[in-house]
């Protein structure tokens, strides 16, 4: 069960990822805890993505597709993994397919969550960050027992910087431009499986159960 989630910055794929997970016993991948953990373990990848992340540069491709399937020989990836934030745009991908290939394996389904730029903006910039301890809150779905107050330790809720809806419209033109030609890209391979992500957390997690079980 070798699955990749698609999805705009808000769509809901990183809760998605994190359930299909849990229910199959397989990783929850992410680059950004790949990197730690091999700079954590100092190993030679690490290293090398650790000088341009100290100067501040975007890992290289060639070497982001290393890591990541250096990851997949770890032994809890024997059952599969899930796959999320990566890859981001179609160069990524046709890295990531090459390297599979070369070791006879391949990604088996690429799941988009879908959902309007509209109720993105929306949804972001109803959360609530708790500046004390961290919680989170949304003004609609999830909001504090007293507005603008943390239930779990009292300090003040703010609205971040980057979930204010002029960042957020910046953050979907990046996904519009960079990343969302990958629906295609796989979509021509044959395992894009698309979802409506406004149906709901658990109706949608419950399409996602039908595809990889079918």
């Known amino acids: 069960m070798k699955i990749i989630m698609l999805g705009a910055p808000g769509a809901g794929k990183g809760t998605q990822a994190k ?18 953990a091999n700079i954590k373990n100092g190993t030679e990848l690490g290293a090398k993505a650790k000088v341009y992340m100290d100067q501040g ?4 491709d060639e070497l982001v597709v290393c890591l990541v399937v ?13 796959l999320d934030g990566f890859p981001r745009t179609i160069p ?7 390297a599979l290939a070369k ?13 309007t730029d509209a ?9 609530r960050a708790c500046v004390g301890c961290g919680a989170t809150y949304h003004v609609k779905s999830v909001p ?39 629906i295609e890209y796989y979509q021509a391979k044959g395992i894009l499986k698309s979802i409506d992500g406004s149906i709901g957390l658990e109706n949608i997690f419950k399409e996602i159960v039908k595809i990889v079980e079918a």
């Open 19 to 36: 359930k299909l997970a849990t229910k199959y016993g397989i990783p929850h991948i992410s680059t950004g805890d790949i990197f730690r």
């Open 57 to 60: 540069l975007l890992v290289p």
């Open 70 to 82: 250096d990851r997949f020989k770890k032994s809890d990836c024997e059952k599969g993994y899930v």
């Open 92 to 98: 990524q991908a046709k890295e990531l397919d090459e």
């Open 103 to 115: 070791n006879g394996d391949a990604v088996e389904y690429a799941i988009d969550v879908d959902v």
């Open 119 to 127: 109720e993105i903006i929306s949804r972001m910039s109803g959360r």
């Open 144 to 182: 504090p027992k007293k507005e603008g107050i943390c239930d779990v330790c009292g300090a003040n809720l703010i609205l971040r910087d980057d979930d204010k809806p002029e960042t957020v419209e910046k953050r979907l033109k990046v996904y519009h431009d960079q990343t969302q030609p990958l």
